[in-house]
């Protein structure tokens, strides 16, 4: 069983921590557990109500309602919810339900019900990039079992992969990205994502993988000579100093421009080196490489 911090609970739902809070003291759907030195924590089975609550709430229903209804309930008024971002955000926290009960066979079923439904580019747009936006946080945080990482990572992987080896354009253009991972980084799904929007554009990539040690990428580099590198960075090592990997890539790769994107953007507050930029966001990626 996971052990959430209220904190998790707001990342995953969306629900403001204080808001979790009141519903405690007032409502009986959620009942937290207490550490010895009485910080909450929450179950598997509590994060589910959490995500099913919060949906029903944002789209209408009241909590005091909710509060009443048994658990069948929620799930078939869940169920009959219309509004299109309301289903795709239902779908998502399905896939956030089958990852902490590590139900792969389910988890999979979502993700080729809603390809063959929608195809590929809104099954990543609408769903993947949502889940990995909203599971990140957990990956920081290590308030996730590696088991259950790897096996729902691996699947989405699996797509993704098969997603850029299928993906066809009318587009052509003459640019090269390098994409890659620097080292303590070996959380691949965004990096993947990033090589499908660019191929999809029409845009040659190539790619390294994760875990590059910066004298690979130099030497790369200087031999293909790309005209941007891209990295995508989620939740690095411990050990992963951002500012000195930001300084050898000025010093070993200052002819190239460098794009990153993904969670630990967030973080960094120091000023970047003048050939880095930062994409903080999706449409800002989106944005960008429909720039090249």
């Known amino acids: 069983m996971n052990a959430f911090t209220i904190k998790d609970l707001e990342n995953l739902s969306g629900i403001k921590a204080h808001t979790i809070r009141i519903w405690e003291q007032r409502y009986a759907f959620i009942k937290p557990q207490r550490t010895q030195t009485n910080i909450r924590y929450y179950s598997n089975e509590e994060l589910k109500k959490i995500l099913n609550v919060s949906l029903l709430n944002k789209y209408g229903y009241k909590i005091s309602h909710i509060n009443k209804m048994s658990n069948t309930e929620i799930h078939e008024k869940i169920i009959s919810l219309s509004n299109l971002q309301a289903q795709q955000e239902r779908i998502v926290n399905e896939m956030i339900q089958f990852m902490v009960d590590m139900n792969i066979d389910g988890f999979e079923e979502i993700l080729d019900n809603y390809i063959t439904a929608r195809g590929f580019d809104k099954a990543i747009t609408q769903i993947i990039f949502p889940f990995l936006e909203r599971i990140g946080i957990l990956w920081v945080t290590n308030h996730i079992n590696p088991a259950q990482e790897h096996l729902v990572t691996n699947i989405i992987r699996q797509k993704l992969i098969t997603g850029i080896?299928?993906?066809?354009?009318?587009?052509?253009?003459?640019?090269?990205?390098?994409?890659?991972?620097?080292?303590?980084?070996?959380?691949?799904?965004?990096?993947?994502?990033?090589?499908?929007?660019?191929?999809?554009?029409?845009?040659?990539?190539?790619?390294?993988?994760?875990?590059?040690?910066?004298s690979d990428l130099e030497y790369v580099s200087k031999f293909k000579k790309p005209d941007y590198l891209y990295t995508h960075l989620t939740a690095a090592a411990g050990n992963f100093n951002f500012e000195k990997f930001l300084n050898q890539a000025q010093s070993k790769l200052e002819n190239f421009p460098l794009v990153i994107s993904g969670q630990l953007t967030a973080t960094y507050k120091k000023q970047l080196p003048s050939k880095v930029s930062f994409k903080t966001s999706l449409p800002e990626v989106i944005d960008y490489i429909a720039a090249i």
Do not use: S
């Open 165 to 214: 080896e299928t993906v066809f354009t009318h587009i052509h253009t003459h640019k090269l990205v390098l994409l890659f991972l620097p080292e303590g980084e070996h959380h691949e799904l965004g990096l993947l994502y990033i090589c499908y929007l660019l191929k999809a554009r029409g845009i040659k990539t190539l790619y390294l993988g994760a875990n590059v040690p910066i």
